[in-house]
Nanobody
Framework: QVQLVDSGGGLVQAGGSLRLSCASS????????MGWFRQAPGKEREFVAAISWVAGSTYYEDSVKGRFTISRDNAKNTVYLQMNSLKPEDTAVYYCAAKLLSANYYSPALYPYWGQGTQVTVSS
């Protein structure tokens, strides 16, 4: 059983930074994609970034490219999302998720394992 725990959210001014963490207990993620998604009030959950655990290949949604960086620490079984140059439109609950490797890393419906979410609020 995969258990994910998100942390690191908070309130920050526009232009500021936050680092989200996603820790796992119970297993390693060899053969998995680890993804970050976000959901703003009244909107659907959307893809933010993903990383393949072994190869370290990274993927980003266009609006966060150049501002967000996804990374992982194999020894700690932890995935991070470094968020810089934050904008008010980045405000959302952020979730980490895990799925076995396949061609599709961006669809939340294909991720069976989820963290509880962490709130990120960016003030203008």
């Amino acid at each position: 059983q995969v258990q994910l725990v998100d942390s690191g959210g908070g309130l920050v001014q526009a232009g500021g930074s936050l680092r989200l963490s996603c820790a796992s207990s119970g297993r390693t993620f060899n053969g998995y994609y680890m993804g970050w998604f976000r959901q703003a009030p009244g909107k659907e959950r959307e893809f933010v970034a993903a990383i393949s655990w072994v190869a370290g290949s990274t993927y980003y949604e266009d609006s966060v490219k150049g501002r967000f960086t996804i990374s992982r620490d194999n020894a700690k079984n932890t995935v991070y999302l470094q968020m810089n140059s934050l904008k008010p439109e980045d405000t959302a609950v952020y979730y980490c998720a895990a799925k076995l490797l396949s061609a599709n890393y961006y669809s939340p419906a294909l991720y069976p394992y989820w963290g509880q979410g962490t709130q990120v609020t960016v003030s203008s």
